[in-house]
């Protein structure tokens, strides 16, 4: 089982910028590809940006254009830059490996979640 460590949420201003990582357990990584959710309180979790094995990225409209994922696999660490922040952002952020269902929904692999990290967006 992989274990997963999410770090760099903080309280923030609105326009301002966050990068958040996400650490890794195990060897496996690599293979895996990977995504970040975040879950606003009262809402669902919700997939907002993944990179796959070989590094072609995708995002949710809520973030394109704002968001950046990037992952390096030497450090078994996944990163989502975030620029442009919005008081909508505020959520706790999480990261997971992705896998793709019959329809090619991904969805996450792992049902043991880190703690998170928080990012807060206020003035």
């Known amino acids: 089982q992989v274990q997963l460590v999410e770090s760099g949420g903080d309280l923030v201003q609105p326009g301002g910028s966050l990068r958040l990582s996400c650490a890794a357990s195990?060897?496996?990584?690599?293979?895996?590809?990977m995504g970040w959710y975040r879950q606003a309180p009262g809402k669902q979790r919700e997939l907002v940006a993944a990179?796959?094995?070989?590094?072609?990225?995708n995002y949710a409209d809520s973030v394109k254009g704002r968001f950046t994922i990037s992952r390096d696999n030497a450090k078994n660490t996944v990163y989502l830059q975030m620029n442009s922040l919005k008081p909508e952002d505020t959520a706790v952020y999480y990261c997971n490996a992705l896998a793709r269902d019959y329809s090619g929904r991904y969805y996450p692999v792992f049902g043991s979640w880190g703690q998170g990290t928080q990012v807060t967006v206020s003035s």
């Open positions: 195990g060897s496996i990584f690599s293979i895996y590809d």
């Open positions: 990179i796959t094995s070989g590094g072609s990225t």
